[in-house]
């Protein structure tokens, strides 16, 4: 099996947290992606802040803690160690899935954007300009609609690992990242509607967004279910570990089992922590909006409102 890059699996001693998270070897490819996007997303909230715009500290927070989240995964040994382990595989899998994109949508990538780019001018286009035009494209409202996202979250967990398709991936260092930047896209996919933090095509009501989420968690954890009941390995990467690592094959799936068993539940958690946030600031707001209303015209929303029932009186009483 060539690994082409991630080729010391033969030579790796027996894991612990320590030896995972250490900064040799990673993917370069994510390492550039990690620095090309703080970079980035520095220099729009700098551009906001010299002309005088606000820029909540706690989204860049979460940006910058969504950035590391894939470091950490993609850029340390965690990622050779991913290469030879199923339960290192599942955590890579589940942070870049689930957690990572969740810190990342809430950093309101998307809005920053938006207000940071210069508008090209009337009759042109520019970076603006088409990110607005990307965002309204019939392309983004059907990958971004609940039909497309939630069987797309669920296929690429059973159709991935219940068929030929990962081993053939696994094959070469190149597929393992197309694999690993897959599931980062499908967690945002899944995940960017539900938020509701940055714009776009799909913005359901609160109350939808929490049956979205809970749409496609069942499914995640009878997956988690499947591989830890499974009697016998379920793809060939993993079925022979190298004797340095000091590992059962089958005791390795079945944590790695529970790890996406219990990856089901915490991302759910955040996630409605945060909508139940997002509602209740978005319920204080418009309370506010009404009082000042009410506060320029003498509350005539009332005044009318009131006169409406004593006119239903006054008919009763005729």
């Known amino acids: 099996m060539d690994h082409g890059g991630h080729g010391m699996h033969m030579d790796l001693p027996p894991f612990t947290l320590g030896r995972g998270l250490a900064v040799t070897g990673g993917d370069p490819y994510f390492a550039a992606g990690c620095a090309l996007a703080l970079v980035l997303y520095g220099w729009a909230v700098l551009r906001l802040r010299r002309r005088g715009d606000a820029w909540a500290v706690g989204r860049t927070v979460s940006f910058v803690l969504g950035v590391l989240t894939i470091a950490a995964t993609m850029c340390t040994r965690l990622d ?161 570990p190298a004797a340095s690592l000091g590992i059962d094959p089958l005791d390795d799936q079945t944590a790695a089992g529970g790890i996406a068993w219990a990856f089901s539940e915490i991302p759910s958690v955040v996630v409605l922590i945060a909508l139940l946030i997002q509602w209740y600031t978005s319920e204080q707001r418009q309370a506010r909006r009404k009082d000042r209303a009410a506060d320029r015209d003498g509350d005539a929303e009332l005044v009318a409102y009131n006169a409406y029932l004593a006119s239903l009186e006054s008919r009763g009483r005729g």
Do not use: C, N
Not at 90 to 97: A, F, N, P, R
Not at 128 to 153: C, D, G, N, Q
């Open 80 to 240: 050779d160690y991913g290469m030879v382990m199923f339960s290192v595989h599942m955590v890579q899998h589940m942070i870049l899935s689930m957690l990572s994109p969740i810190l990342l949508l809430l950093g309101a990538p998307v809005t920053l954007a938006l207000r940071a780019l210069p508008a090209a001018g009337r009759g042109r286009t520019g970076p603006r300009e088409l990110l607005v035009k990307l965002l309204h494209s019939r392309y983004v409202r059907v990958v971004s609609h609940p039909a497309f996202t939630i069987p797309l979250f669920v296929a690429s967990l059973y159709g991935l690992y219940f068929s030929s398709l990962f081993d053939s991936l696994m094959r070469h260092s190149l597929g393992h990242t197309a694999m690993m930047v897959h599931f980062l896209a499908v967690g945002l996919l899944f995940f960017w509607p539900i938020m509701g933090v940055d714009p776009g095509p799909h913005r359901p009501g609160y109350v939808m967004r929490m049956l979205e989420l809970f749409a496609g968690m069942p499914f995640h954890a009878f997956f988690g279910i499947a591989v830890m009941m499974a009697s016998e390995p379920l793809v060939s990467t993993f079925k022979h």
